[in-house]
């Protein structure tokens, strides 16, 4: 099965390069820093490997619902970091995992989580994505490509192997984290409010003039600062 999977995905990588070949330049991916060939290529797929005590690791699907950060060591493509948060994270994705007798979640890795400064080539949370109610696998990462050709500002992607303590738990999509070093590194005035949207009321659509009155659209940076009057 996990031999099947992997060479469905390379599979799908080629269709992908023939499907996107006229969109980049000599039909090659656009690179946009050397980091890209290591954490986030679109050639092959990567294997990752979590590291992490059982009992913890079992407490953490117990209750993932609440989405708490456990301690592992990861090797990501070869590239061994200690100490790093992992959890489960989602919401219908979440959700669905909870209520079945999986234990497939999305996850996320911060490597800043514990020691802090800690970064992958300057990347300190990376997403990993089931394909939640995606049997193609393509969905997001067709989605990312799309914006990235449109000239939009967009997160770098990858396809995983993921093992978590020698078991092999399938084919995830790699994600880079919007936060506040994505927003930095990708807009002149790199130190702006971000808002991420949660639950229900989370669109543009104009109330009035109190930030409260947003509440689906959640503060993740300047949380002590922001008097979020920028969103209205």
Do not use: W
């Amino acid at each position: 099965m996990k031999k099947l999977l992997k060479v469905s995905a390379l599979m799908l990588l080629g269709l992908l390069t023939v499907v996107f070949f006229g969109a980049f330049e000599g039909g090659s991916q656009t690179v946009r820093n050397p980091t890209d060939a290591v954490l986030f290529p679109h050639d092959r797929v990567i294997d990752v490997y979590i590291e992490v005590d059982e009992a913890e690791l079992q407490k953490m699907f117990d209750q993932a619902r609440m989405e708490e950060y456990i301690v592992c060591n990861v090797v990501y493509n070869g590239y061994r970091i200690k100490n790093v948060g992992i959890r489960p994270k989602g919401n219908s994705s979440l959700m669905q995992a909870a209520n079945s007798t999986s234990n497939r979640y999305s996850f996320k890795l911060d490597f800043n989580h514990y020691v802090k400064g800690q970064n992958l080539f300057g990347i300190t949370k990376i997403n990993l994505n089931n394909g939640f109610s995606d049997p193609s696998f393509m969905r997001e990462y067709l989605t990312y490509e799309i914006s990235e050709m449109l000239g939009l500002e967009t997160p770098r992607t990858t396809y995983i192997a993921l093992h978590i303590n020698n078991q092999y738990f399938g084919l995830y999509l790699g994600v880079e984290n919007i936060d506040e070093n994505f927003v930095r590194d990708h807009f002149a005035y790199g130190y702006g409010d971000l808002y991420k949207p949660e639950g229900t009321g989370a669109n543009l659509v104009y109330i009035d003039d109190d930030p409260q009155s947003y509440p689906g659209l959640a503060l993740q940076t300047n949380e002590e600062t922001s008097d979020r009057i920028s969103i209205v």
